[in-house]
C-alpha cells in the first residue's frame, strides 16, 4: 500500500495537532511528558474538553454526538493524541460499551448512556474474565437467574481495570447452563456498581499501581431492560466488543512517542565517554523499531480502511495481526526506554544518582521508564493473549 494522505486528511491532522496543542492542559502535559500515567482526574477533564469539541465518540456517529470521522480520521486523532503525549480516552466508554449500545442496544438504552459516556459523567468497567476463564472466555461460570423482571447475579470476575473507580461494569453471564455449545448460553448485562451484592477488592500490579480488581457478585438484581440484545446471544456481543478493541489496542503513536522521549533521553546519558545517541548499536536498534512502526502503520491504515469501505459492523478478524504486532511494539519500545534510562530506572541506583546531583528530569523519567516497563509486561495477555489471536488469524484469516 502507498501511504499517502489526502490534503484533507493532512489539513486534519494539522487541526488535530493544534487543538491538543492549545487545550491540553499544562500541568498534565507536563506530568505526561516525563512518563507518568494520568489519574483518572486528568482522564475525564482531557475526555470532557475533547467531548466539548465533539470529538470524544470517534467513532460514533454524529446523531450520537460523534464527529463522524472516516476510519483514518480516527486513526490520525489516536495518533496525534497519544504522541502529545495527552491522556487517551477511557476506551471501556469509547470503543467498547459505546459501540456496543450502537449496534446491539435499544433506543431507551442509547439515550441513557451514551451522552454520559462521551462525557464520562459514568465511568464503565468491562466484567468478562473470572478464575479460570480468562483465554478460553466461553468457560465463565458468573451466572444470572431470570426472576420476574430481574436477573439475579451470582459469580466472580477477576483483572477488572480500574472497577475502583467504576459506575457501570458490563458483564458476561450464564443464563443458560445446559448450552449445547458453552457460547450459546451467555449473555451481555449492564450493572450498576452501586447495587448491593457487589464487592470490589483491590490487585496491586508488579508495578505497585492499583488498576486491576476482583469483582464479586453475591445476589446481585439486575433489571431485565439492562441486557443488551436477546438472551443468550452475548457471546455475539462479546465478539463485536473484542474486536473493536483490538483495532484500537496497537497505540503506534504511544510506541512513537516512546522511542521519540529514548531518543531525546539518549542524547543526554552518556555511556564510555560519549552521548549514548552516538553508539551505533543503538542506533541500529532504534532504526529497526522505527522500521517495525512503519510497517504496522501501514498495516493498521490498510485494515481499517478496508473494514471502513466493506461496512457492515462486524470487525475484520485482521484486526488481530494489529494487536499481536502493536502490543509487541509496546513491549519492545518500554524496553528501550529502561535500558537508555539504565541506573536511573532502578529505585535504589536512582537515590544513588540524586545525591550526584544528577538532572531531576533524567531520575524521574528514569523512574517512569521502569513502572511503563512492568506495567506493559501484561500487554499482550490482556484482550486476548497474542497466543489466542494467532489462533483466530490461522482459522479466519489463513483458513486452516
Known amino acids: 500500500m502507498d501511504l499517502r494522505f489526502t490534503p484533507e ?116 468497567c468491562q466484567g468478562f474474565s473470572e478464575p479460570g476463564a480468562g483465554s478460553d472466555l466461553a468457560s465463565l461460570k458468573t451466572a444470572a437467574k431470570l426472576e420476574g423482571d430481574h436477573y439475579v447475579v ?77 438472551e443468550n446471544k452475548g457471546w455475539d456481543v462479546a465478539k463485536f466488543l473484542l474486536g473493536n478493541e483490538r483495532t484500537g489496542i496497537a497505540r503506534l503513536g504511544k510506541s512513537r512517542e516512546r522511542v521519540n522521549a529514548s531518543i531525546d533521553l539518549a542524547h543526554k546519558v552518556n555511556m564510555n565517554g560519549q552521548p549514548l545517541i552516538a553508539d551505533p548499536v543503538f542506533r541500529q536498534r532504534v532504526a529497526q523499531l522505527q522500521v517495525d512502526m512503519k510497517a504496522l502503520e501501514i498495516t493498521q491504515y490498510r485494515v481499517v480502511s478496508a473494514h471502513d469501505k466493506a461496512g457492515g459492523g462486524r470487525p475484520d478478524p485482521l484486526s488481530s495481526v494489529l494487536k499481536v504486532k502493536g502490543t509487541e511494539l509496546l513491549q519492545a519500545t518500554t524496553e528501550l526506554a529502561v535500558d537508555v534510562a539504565g541506573p536511573m530506572a532502578t529505585p535504589v541506583w536512582a537515590e544513588e544518582l540524586a545525591a550526584l546531583n544528577e538532572p531531576d528530569e533524567l531520575l524521574e523519567a528514569g523512574s517512569a521508564s521502569t513502572g511503563s516497563y512492568l506495567f506493559l509486561r501484561a500487554a499482550s495477555i490482556y484482550g486476548g493473549t497474542n497466543e489466542i489471536q494467532k489462533n483466530i488469524l490461522t482459522k479466519a484469516v489463513l483458513g486452516l
Open 154 to 230: 451470582n459469580g466472580q470476575k477477576i483483572w477488572t481495570s480500574t472497577a475502583h473507580h467504576a459506575d457501570w461494569c458490563f458483564v458476561l453471564v450464564r443464563t443458560n447452563p445446559n448450552a449445547r455449545k458453552r457460547q450459546e448460553g451467555i449473555s451481555f448485562l449492564l450493572v450498576d456498581m452501586k447495587t448491593p451484592g457487589i464487592t470490589v477488592r483491590p490487585i496491586i500490579s508488579i508495578d505497585g499501581s492499583h488498576h486491576l480488581n476482583e469483582v464479586f457478585f453475591d445476589d446481585v438484581k439486575v433489571p431485565v431492560n439492562m441486557r443488551v440484545h436477546e
Open 9 to 124: 486528511e493532512i489539513a486534519f491532522r494539522q487541526e488535530v495537532r493544534a487543538f491538543i496543542r492549545d487545550n491540553l492542559p499544562a500541568d498534565i502535559h507536563a506530568k505526561m511528558k516525563l512518563g507518568n500515567g494520568p489519574n483518572k482526574e486528568d482522564i475525564v477533564r482531557w475526555q470532557r474538553i475533547l467531548n466539548a469539541k465533539g470529538w470524544a465518540g470517534l467513532s460514533w456517529p454524529k446523531e450520537w454526538g460523534g464527529p463522524g470521522w472516516t476510519a483514518i480520521q480516527k486513526m490520525i486523532f489516536l495518533e496525534e493524541n497519544q504522541m502529545a503525549p495527552a491522556p487517551e480516552l477511557s476506551s471501556f466508554n469509547i470503543t467498547m460499551i459505546g459501540p456496543v449500545l450502537l449496534q446491539f442496544g435499544t433506543e431507551e438504552q442509547k439515550k441513557r448512556f451514551l451522552a454520559r459516556a462521551a462525557n464520562l459523567d459514568d465511568w464503565w
